[in-house]
């Protein structure tokens, strides 16, 4: 057991270093939800009434609203950018060496997933940080209630990132990711409007966001921040983990050999 | 063959493209092992093979007597690989990615350090331990690579075209050093190569081609009376 402890620190380790190295990358996974809390829920703030729906106990405004699903935003974004990360790492060759260590590989990956989306939790407590700056605060204990949350909302969207790595062929194909898998899954989910409101203009998109794990995600960081449990999220959050780890494990399967498949 | 390396009967096919056919070939303890190729030889499918970075039902493979397919892990930590691609962290100093590579394997705190010192010791980079590995040349990156594929005391250390992008006083150092590793501390090596000038006389020389062994015994026999380049150039076929 003492092995598997071992290599786990030095995994998560060396992804806090690569984190120290890489501060530009802190910086510019904070721009982007912040330009979407400042300026974009903002000037739709006015467009979008939203009534009292749990977890809140009275009306809020827009930008109180988008902030789980922002949080989910980073989530996301950095769980795909850990999977670009392994594409890359695949072609350097870097990830071979993690591969041909003594350990299970599904030890390994999920290693490598935890130090990731540590690192994605950092940077959701950065921004929580810079929206309470702009008076946009949640409950106090609801900051430390997120905390498994969040992981376990990181942990889903790490492991679909590296299911997609281990299918990605090169490094090129990763604009494809983008326009398939992130955006869809941002945009069709309740990050941004509640799933009544998207009720309003089509029952079917409705549907396609309930049964979208993303949503699912938002609305167990949106409940936790309020100090609420919504066990139906954190159900259909842990089974899309496991479903996409199971497509990871089978994606770098040695029998499969995807490690070294050429473009 | 209880120890060493042994592979028999390997094959293995991308689709319906057959990179390896029938390969066996035996590895002694404490020998030097040339798997001389030409590029597309197939050198690179066994070593993943070897690695395990990929599985195949075709054949078996043993390192240090274990089974790669039966018993991986025992395998796996018996070898220290170097690959063909560089695998350092650049950001890290040399001694970072040497803690991190013996933590996969299990070690860490003062025993970790001390085979840290003792291993980047016989690459004589001990002194540039606290230097990121962006600052070193390419053969010091490469004997950092030497060095961490050595702190878990391997008894095989395979070796994937090591010496690929060096100037030729480098390549020779890493060459009479890895030779020197395996005389004097019985270290089982296998080095891919398609460099004839980097395997000795009293090397065991294996020739692939086009997913086949073509030859394999002592390098000195092999090639009798004719420069190894001449005979490796008329073994393969590649001689106008």
Redesign the interface.
């Known amino acids: 057991m003492t092995a598997y402890l071992t290599a786990l620190r030095a995994i998560v380790l060396r992804e806090a270093l690569r984190f120290v190295h890489q501060r530009e990358r802190f910086v510019a996974a904070l721009v982007r939800p912040l330009v979407w809390l400042l300026v974009f829920a903002a000037g739709f703030r006015a467009a979008l009434g939203l009534s009292i729906l749990p977890p809140y106990q009275t009306y809020i405004t827009y930008e109180t609203y988008i902030v789980p699903g922002l949080c989910g935003m980073i989530l996301l974004f950095n769980g795909m950018q850990s999977s670009l990360s392994l594409v890359y790492d695949r072609e350097t060759g870097s990830m071979r060496l993690l591969l041909t260590a003594p350990l299970p590989r599904g030890w390994l990956l999920f290693c490598k997933l935890l130090g990731s989306t540590m690192i994605s939790i950092l940077q959701v407590y950065a921004f929580l940080l810079i929206a309470a700056l702009f008076d946009i605060t949640m409950e106090p204990l609801g900051y430390l209630a997120a905390l498994p949350a969040l992981l376990i909302s990181g942990l889903m969207l790490g492991t679909l990132g590296l299911a997609l790595s281990s299918f990605i062929k090169q490094l090129e194909n990763f604009a494809g990711v983008m326009n398939f898998v992130i955006f869809p899954m941002f945009f069709l989910s309740s990050a941004l409007y509640p799933l009544w409101k998207m009720a309003e203009s089509s029952a079917l998109l409705r549907d396609i966001c309930a049964a979208n794990p993303f949503t699912h995600a938002v609305e167990l960081i949106r409940f936790a921040l309020y100090t609420q449990f919504n066990g139906w999220a954190l159900l259909w959050t842990l089974l899309a983990t496991v479903l996409f780890m199971a497509l990871a494990l089978w994606g770098y399967d040695p029998a499969r050999g995807l490690i070294n498949r050429k473009g | 063959m209880s120890t060493g390396l042994s592979v028999t009967s390997v094959s293995y096919s991308?689709g319906a493209k057959q990179a390896l056919r029938d390969v066996s070939f035996d590895v002694a303890p404490g020998q030097f092992a040339a798997l001389l190729g030409p590029n597309g030889a197939g050198k690179?499918?066994l070593f993943?093979l070897l690695?395990?970075?990929?599985?195949t039902r075709e054949g078996s493979i043993r390192i240090a007597g274990f089974d790669m397919s039966r018993t991986?892990?025992?395998a796996?930590?018996k070898?220290g690989?170097v690959?063909?691609?560089?695998?350092?962290?650049l950001?890290?100093t040399i001694r970072?990615n040497l803690?991190?590579?013996a933590?996969?394997?299990?070690?860490?705190g003062r025993e970790a350090q001390q085979r840290i010192n003792s291993s980047l010791d016989r690459l004589q980079i001990l002194e540039r331990a606290g230097e990121k590995t962006r600052d070193l040349n390419g053969g010091h990156r490469r004997r950092t690579e030497i060095a961490r594929a050595l702190i878990h005391a391997p008894s095989v250390l395979l070796l994937d075209e090591p010496t690929v992008g060096l100037d030729a006083a480098a390549r020779q150092s890493i060459t009479d050093h890895v030779h020197r590793l395996c005389a004097d501390e019985g270290l089982t090596v296998l080095w891919a190569t398609h460099l004839t000038d980097e395997v000795f006389d009293t090397d065991q020389l294996v020739v692939l081609h086009q997913g086949r062994i073509l030859a394999q015994g002592p390098s000195a026999t092999l090639r009798g009376d004719t420069p190894l380049k001449q005979y490796f150039l008329q073994t393969t076929g590649i001689a106008a």
């Open positions: 991308y690179s499918t993943s690695t395990r970075l990929f599985t991986p892990r025992q796996l930590q070898m690989v690959f063909q691609s560089q695998t350092l962290d950001d890290l970072q803690s991190y590579f933590a996969l394997h299990g070690l860490s």
